[in-house]
């Protein structure tokens, strides 16, 4: 079965830089892409990175472009948020999924396994 768990979040202000991790149970992780959602108090949840299998491709949301990177360590079943230049509107809950395709996306549909989620928080 497949289990993700994120951790590194939590409060961090403005201008800051946090970096998620998501820990992959199940020896498909290298056959599958791996994607970042997030979800703010009010709004929907929305795609912010994703990572193809292999690591050579990659996609990120207009909003957080030039500001976060995805990574993954295939050797050791993890994949990476780097969030750098936090701004408020950064404060969500984040989740980290797994698709069931190799190619990098951000439609929701794509992916079946998904983590707890974690609570980033940007302060002014």
């Known amino acids: 079965q497949v289990q993700l768990v994120e951790s590194g979040g939590g409060l961090v202000q403005a201008g800051g830089s946090l970096r998620l991790s998501c820990a992959v149970t199940?020896?498909?992780?290298?056959?599958?892409?791996m994607g970042w959602f997030r979800q703010a108090p009010g709004k929907d949840r929305e795609g912010v990175a994703s990572l193809s299998a292999n690591g050579a491709s990659a996609m990120y949301a207009d909003s957080v472009k030039g500001r976060f990177a995805s990574s993954r360590d295939n050797a050791g079943n993890t994949v990476y948020l780097h969030m750098h230049d936090l701004k408020p509107e950064d404060t969500a809950i984040y989740y980290c999924a797994q698709s069931l395709y190799s190619n990098a996306a951000t439609t929701q549909a794509h992916y079946s396994w998904w983590g707890q989620g974690i609570q980033v928080t940007v302060s002014s």
């Open positions: 199940g020896r498909a992780f290298s056959d599958r892409g």
